[in-house]
């Protein structure tokens, strides 16, 4: 099922989004495939820590994030990959591994790849490993004010 945050922002800003279930998939590009996206197209949605802080980076599925250009993009000193652990409770009504890239819902600011910027339309989890959000990445970003950059090593 879609967050109920998440699909009650969308409604409540009246934006035009299409969910698609799937067959249950844990990795972006599993669920790239059920869902016949790309996996370029496809956005994974990764919890990192900067400076200490949590913070979402959002890339294409079949990419990885490199931490020095994270770091480069976001201005912090330090970076890493969240643990599971260290955000499990911060995403309420989300499945780990599963969260949509609405760090603005949760208190945390959001870097996006440039080449999911560049697509007219952005796929990601809605909170589930049931469930895809397809939407105008021009909505995504008005909602969500990411700061682009390069975040991956490709």
Known sequence: MVAKKLKEFLDGKRIR??????SPAYTAQEVAASVHISGKEMAKTV?????????LAVLP???RVDLNRLK?????????????????DAFPGCEVGAMPPFGNLYGMPVYVDDAIAADEEIGF?????????RMRYADFAAL???????LTGE
């Open 125 to 133: 989890n809605a909170g589930s490993h049931t469930e895809v959000i």
């Open 61 to 63: 599925a079949t990419s």
């Open 47 to 55: 919890v990192v820590k900067l400076d200490g802080k949590l913070a």
């Open 144 to 150: 969500v004010q990411p700061k682009t950059g390069r």
């Open 17 to 22: 989004y299409v969910t698609v279930s799937h």
């Open 72 to 88: 480069a993009v976001s201005g912090a000193r330090e970076a890493a990959i969240a643990g599971e652990t260290e955000f499990k």
